[in-house]
């Protein structure tokens, strides 16, 4: 579903049917240590670009609402993990680099059967 900054968000929702004025983001509400979600943090939220990077089935995100240094401004930290290997994830953009490895192997065997 589109955010209301117009990224593609799997974890996005809203419902506007009769009458219901619905927005939530359902990664952030299964964190329940985060802070409350408001729509404006989707402007500047890393998850849909790390969606559109990486489209591992093993990938599995976190996200949590932070407060800045003076506890002005809030944001979005997303924290990443792999389902396959257990191992966290430094980059979520670039995904598990033994999926990476992998998958390039795969690729160079291919590769090398032609």
């Not at 802070?35 to 969606?51: S, T």
């Not at 609402?65 to 670039?94: N, Q, W």
């Amino acid at each position: 579903m589109r955010t209301p900054y117009g990224k593609e968000c799997r974890y996005y929702f809203s419902d506007y049917y009769r009458g219901r004025s619905t927005e939530e983001c359902r990664l952030i509400q299964l964190n329940r240590h985060s802070e409350p979600w408001r729509p404006a943090l989707c402007q500047a939220c890393p998850v849909p670009d790390i969606l559109a990077a990486n489209g591992s089935p093993n990938l599995v995100l976190r996200a949590t609402v932070a407060k800045s240094m003076f506890g002005l401004l809030r944001k979005v930290e997303v924290t990443a993990y792999c389902r396959e290997h257990r191992v966290d994830i430094k980059d979520p953009k670039k995904g598990c680099p033994q999926c990476r490895n992998r998958v390039a192997s795969d690729e160079w065997q291919v590769a090398g059967d032609k």
